[in-house]
């Protein structure tokens, strides 16, 4: 018998992609934004939009994506390590990974530096623009996006101490009970599948969540200040895109054997969600199912790499933290000499792998920078204002670095342990 060919349904050609959906959900938060902003609509009525309905609306989706990182961050750590073959797989894997995300941070570093000592955004900014600025710190409507990160940023103390005690665990395996491994690596397979489930739940009402997100930041930023600092964010853009272009092209081409243009088409639903969010916690569900069904990397390389590098590889924070330091020095008139440059790039580095993955958890890191340069704290009052807007190319920066860096380990002789390992219920 001939066998019989199913051709797709018309509904399934014109069921639009789960990138186009976040893509327009971008497109029409950002619009309806700028419109109420160019309208000059009612003050007290946007206030009220957005209390009401925009940040419940952010703050339930936050919150599911923050609830969903404990179990799967803990379950994919210790189910990928456990496909590794013993202690030296897993030691190999973590040596590998952290080599890694050190290179792309100090990459990221002398990328910044370099693109703020040659166009000197500090430079253009009169005097009495700087004042208004620095005067201008409170923003324009009672409750910021500032304040819904405050409530999350104790989540990344959780998630620094799960990714520890996880690490601990999957080194201790081989030593635990042979009945004992197999229970607590079937209960971590079956709590990641399951928090896979309910991200994909999660993630069909992604495209309202980013709507609301684009509509709040459009509304808080105010896009008056991009005319004072335009040299400033241009400066910060066109250094987090050379990352992108520069660094991790070559991680992924050279190191991963992976087209960079296949690689940014495939990472673009996690990409929107870092740049919405601001938060490489948050992004970390969605980057893990990234990489998995659209890069198709093996699960042994995936969890336990993307699951430390939210809490240790922020190459875009790296640069942000490198061109506002010499950026406030410059509009000081403080150049930072180069013993002084030299000690940014190393406090900038290592603040690339420990910032918090939080939405304005680099602040805290300039400020420190600031201080310890002998520069104005107070200067940190010029950039709160597009802080919002730059947090979230930075995140997505991360997050995209993250997923870059799995794509390298992948083709590494350490991810070959896994290939010679055997199933999870007989690896003892």
């Known amino acids: 018998m001939t066998p019989i060919t199913r051709t797709p349904s018309i509904g399934r050609w014109l069921r639009p992609q789960p990138h186009i959906l976040l893509f327009a959900g971008f497109a029409i938060g950002t619009g309806a934004g700028t419109l109420v902003e160019f309208l000059g609509t009612d003050r007290a009525f946007t206030s009220l939009l957005l209390t009401c309905f925009i940040r419940p609306v952010e703050r339930t989706f936050l919150s599911v994506l923050f609830l969903l990182i404990v179990p799967l961050l803990f379950s994919a750590i210790i189910s990928g390590l456990s496909r ?50 620095l005067d201008a710190r409170a923003p324009p409507l009672p409750e910021s996006l500032m304040s819904i990160a405050q409530g999350y940023r104790p989540a990344n103390g959780w998630v ?7 690490l601990s665990i999957a080194l201790a395996l081989p030593f635990f009970r042979k009945q004992g491994g197999r229970r607590l690596l079937a209960g971590c397979e079956w709590l990641f599948e399951a928090g896979m489930k ?25 896009w008056h200040l991009l005319f004072y600092l335009s040299a400033y964010v241009g400066v910060v853009l066109a250094a987090l895109a050379l990352q992108i272009a520069v660094t991790f092209s070559i991680v992924v081409w050279m190191r991963g054997e992976v087209s960079p243009v296949k690689f940014l088409r495939s990472v ?36 336990p790499v993307l699951g430390i590098g939210t809490v240790a590889n922020q190459s875009g924070t790296a640069i942000y933290t490198a061109v506002t330091v010499l950026f406030v020095g410059q509009f000081f008139g403080m150049d930072l000499s180069l013993d002084q440059q030299a000690l940014v790039f190393v406090v900038a580095t290592l603040a690339g792998m420990g910032t918090m993955g939080v939405p304005a958890g680099a602040l805290p890191t300039v400020a420190t920078m600031l201080a310890l340069t002998g520069l104005p704290p107070e200067g940190i009052g010029l950039v709160i204002g597009v802080d919002r807007l730059l947090d979230m190319f930075r995140t997505l920066v991360n997050v995209v670095g993250d997923l870059a860096i799995a794509v390298a380990i992948a083709r590494e002789p350490v991810a070959a342990h896994g290939d010679a390992a055997i199933a999870t219920r007989e690896i003892y």
């Open 84 to 133: 590794l073959r013993g202690n030296a797989g897993m030691q190999g894997l973590l040596v590998t990974t952290f080599a890694y995300m050190a290179a792309v941070s100090a990459s990221a570093v002398l990328i910044g530096l370099a693109m703020a000592n040659l166009f000197r955004p500090g430079d253009g900014i009169p005097p009495e623009v700087g004042q208004h600025l």
């Open 160 to 166: 620094l101490g799960m990714v520890i005690v996880s």
């Open 198 to 222: 309910v991200l994909s739940l999660v993630t069909r009402f992604a495209p309202i969540a980013v709507a609301c997100f684009m509509f709040d930041m459009t509304v808080m930023f105010g």
């Open 268 to 303: 673009q639903e996690a990409a929107l969600i870092a740049f919405c969010t601001s938060s490489s916690n948050a992004t970390l569900p969605t980057a893990l199912k990234v990489a998995e069904a659209d890069l198709g990397l093996p699960d042994r390389v995936v969890r």
